[in-house]
């Protein structure tokens, strides 16, 4: 089945240590996106790449960083900077059609991310 | 930049009640996406609208994107559990990134 893989689906960080979530994708999109959700808020988003080796910054990257080595893969690390990391973090996938945006976006089953 | 406000950000529901959420933006949007996030789950893409007074259907979902494009609306005709879950717009102004309104979360009394 074609999808999105996020692993893992829990993950506990300790103070002072960066933590890499996982991303793949096998849909061949060319656009892959990074949120972060809190409870009973919407989607914020930390990072979005439209092609291979290159990514965007979006609302809220302080204290993460991404890498775009291949086309299925779209890792994020969670840095000892982001002083508040616990949340919910989702994944997404789309075709890049005439805009960003365009195009519906394919989701991930999301890390749950918690601070011991 | 960019905003996209949803009313209201709860709503309970008798079985077999409507519903409906509301989707504002503070500019004009090129298109409007709707998803649905089961409780414990990931958003689900519904729908996209992109003409001034679209409207679509899907069974009991009705979306709807109003003339001057700056607000949507989803409406479910007699609710069913199935229902649950909280409900997203997602809309893109022109030239810029696809901004998420904060989701209006439905229950469902059977």
């Known amino acids: 089945d074609g999808g999105i893989t996020q692993s893992p689906k829990y993950l506990f960080r300790k103070e002072g240590q960066n933590v890499t979530l996982s991303c793949e994708q096998n849909l061949n999109h060319d656009a892959m996106y990074w949120y972060r959700q809190d409870p009973g808020q919407g989607l914020r988003l930390i990072y979005y790449s439209q092609i291979v080796n290159d990514f965007q910054k979006g609302d809220i990257a302080e204290g993460y960083s991404v890498s775009r080595e291949k086309k299925e893969s779209f890792p994020l690390t969670v840095t000892s900077a982001q002083k508040n990391p616990t949340a919910f973090y989702l994944c997404a996938s789309s075709w890049t059609g005439s805009g960003y945006g365009n195009q519906p976006q394919h989701f991930g089953d999301g890390t749950r991310l918690s601070i011991l | ?110």
């Open chain 2, 1 to 110: 930049g960019q905003q996209v406000m949803q009313i209201p950000q709860y709503q309970h529901v008798q079985e077999g009640e409507d519903f409906t959420t509301y989707c504002n933006s503070s500019t004009t949007l090129s298109n409007i996406q709707w998803y649905k996030q089961r409780p414990g789950g990931h958003p689900v893409f519904l729908i996209q609208l992109v003409k001034s007074g679209e409207v679509k259907k899907q069974k009991r979902l009705t979306f709807q994107f109003g003339e001057a494009k700056k607000n949507s609306s989803l409406h479910i005709t007699a609710t069913q559990t199935t229902d649950v879950g909280t409900y997203f717009c997602a809309g893109q102004a022109s030239g810029s990134r696809l901004t998420f309104g904060e989701g209006t979360q439905l229950t469902v009394n059977p």
